[in-house]
């Protein structure tokens, strides 16, 4: 970029990297002091004043206070979530240049976000691209337009309850236990219903043979994680087919549901995992064991579950 108002010799690559795409979204750069240059905004502000002022009627004078009025607060949100954006860089990123039509995309959609916990999921999608272009897609960034502050807390516990399969998509387990989990966290809202209605998890659950379920291996937290399962059941002696066995439920977060997950730190549920896994080895004799054998009761402080707050932390991705 030529004659740059930002020296950018001093920065890291990260930085350096977040100042440059966001040159590209707003056309100023950006200064990482905390102030975003607006001078083109209101340069366009007074300029329609002017004229209205000289050759047009009132009405046009009070359509450009209400478009300065809205460029300036537009202004205002897109600073804040760069400013989580930069709190939230790794410190390392590719190289890979950030898509300009991505960009483009972020700020139009980013530019109303004006409660202060959505912009930190909005920063911290801006980071995650700059670290690794290709995090976000467009299609997530439209969702989280609509997406309400509950909505997004529901989603926050939704994580809590949530496990990461060994190629890191999530799902969560379908039984009594996650779902009073999630009940008990909003007030008798059924989130995981809402959830599925609006999209953030898939719309048809994977039956796994309680036999089968050995084969999963999962996290939780920091926790690497197992079923354990029964063997599988006899056959019949005549016509030597299987036996009929229980399944586990479970349910995917949707492509939408799993990049979302990326941006919001999981909350571990004190006890969580001891809890499900007493439930589903009485329904079906499958139980959660540590990768390392070691019984489920000790993973999580015991039975008892302590909700905590369900709402958007601070702090990296």
Same mark, same amino acid.
């Given at each position: 970029?030529?004659?740059?108002?930002?020296?950018?010799?001093?920065?890291?690559?990260?930085?350096?990297?977040?100042?440059?795409?966001?040159?590209?979204?707003?056309?100023?750069?950006?200064?990482?002091?905390?102030?975003?240059?607006?001078?083109?905004?209101?340069?366009?502000?007074?300029?329609? =004043?002017? !004229? %209205?002022?000289?050759? #047009?009627?009132?009405?046009?004078?009070?359509?450009?206070?209400?478009? +300065?009025?809205? /460029?300036?607060?537009?202004?205002?949100?897109?600073?804040?979530?760069?400013?989580?954006?930069?709190?939230?860089?790794?410190?390392?990123?590719?190289?890979?240049?950030?898509?300009?039509?991505?960009?483009?995309?972020?700020?139009?959609?980013?530019?109303?976000?004006?409660?202060?916990?959505?912009?930190?999921?909005?920063?911290?999608?801006?980071?995650?691209?700059?670290?690794?272009?290709?995090?976000?897609?467009?299609?997530?960034?439209?969702?989280?337009?609509?997406?309400?502050?509950?909505?997004?807390?529901?989603?926050?516990?939704?994580?809590?309850?949530?496990?990461?399969?060994?190629?890191?998509?999530?799902?969560?387990?379908?039984?009594?236990?996650?779902?009073?989990? =999630?009940? !008990? %966290?909003?007030?008798? #809202?059924?989130?995981?219903?809402?959830?599925?209605?609006?999209?953030? +998890?898939?719309? /048809?659950?994977?039956?796994?043979?309680?036999?089968?379920?050995?084969?999963?291996?999962?996290?939780?937290?920091?926790?690497?994680?197992?079923?354990?399962?029964?063997?599988?059941?006899?056959?019949?002696?005549?016509?030597?087919?299987?036996?009929?066995?229980?399944?586990?439920?479970?349910?995917?977060?949707?492509?939408?549901?799993?990049?979302?997950?990326?941006?919001?730190?999981?909350?571990?549920?004190?006890?969580?995992?001891?809890?499900?896994?007493?439930?589903?080895?009485?329904?079906?004799?499958?139980?959660?064991?540590?990768?390392?054998?070691?019984?489920?009761?000790?993973?999580?402080?015991?039975?008892?579950?302590?909700?905590?707050?369900?709402?958007?932390?601070?702090?990296?991705?």
């Amino acid at each position: 970029m030529t004659n740059p108002i930002v020296d950018l010799t001093p920065l890291s690559k990260p930085v350096t990297k977040l100042v440059e795409v966001v040159a590209q979204g707003i056309g100023a750069l950006y200064k990482p002091v905390g102030t975003v240059l607006q001078a083109k905004a209101d340069a366009k502000a007074r300029l329609i =004043l002017t !004229e %209205a002022d000289i050759e #047009v009627s009132e009405l046009w004078r009070r359509a450009a206070q209400r478009l +300065l009025y809205t /460029e300036i607060e537009r202004q205002k949100n897109l600073e804040a979530i760069i400013d989580k954006a930069r709190a939230a860089l790794p410190e390392r990123v590719r190289e890979d240049p950030v898509p300009k039509d991505w960009i483009t995309h972020f700020f139009t959609a980013a530019q109303d976000v004006n409660d202060e916990d959505m912009q930190l999921i909005w920063g911290r999608i801006l980071a995650g691209e700059v670290a690794e272009p290709g995090n976000t897609s467009r299609r997530t960034l439209e969702f989280l337009k609509t997406l309400s502050k509950q909505e997004a807390e529901m989603f926050v516990a939704l994580l809590s309850v949530s496990f990461a399969e060994k190629q890191g998509w999530r799902f969560v387990v379908e039984n009594s236990v996650t779902s009073r989990t =999630l009940v !008990e %966290a909003f007030g008798g #809202v059924d989130v995981e219903r809402h959830m599925l209605d609006i999209g953030i +998890l898939g719309a /048809e659950p994977t039956l796994v043979p309680a036999s089968q379920t050995s084969a999963w291996r999962f996290s939780y937290g920091t926790l690497s994680l197992k079923f354990v399962g029964p063997p599988p059941p006899p056959r019949t002696p005549k016509l030597g087919l299987q036996t009929l066995e229980h399944k586990l439920f479970i349910r995917l977060f949707s492509a939408i549901g799993q990049e979302l997950s990326r941006v919001a730190r999981q909350e571990v549920r004190e006890g969580f995992v001891a809890h499900l896994s007493d439930s589903i080895q009485k329904q079906i004799r499958v139980r959660i064991e540590a990768d390392d054998g070691e019984p489920s009761a000790a993973l999580n402080g015991g039975p008892g579950m302590s909700h905590g707050n369900s709402g958007v932390s601070e702090g990296p991705p």
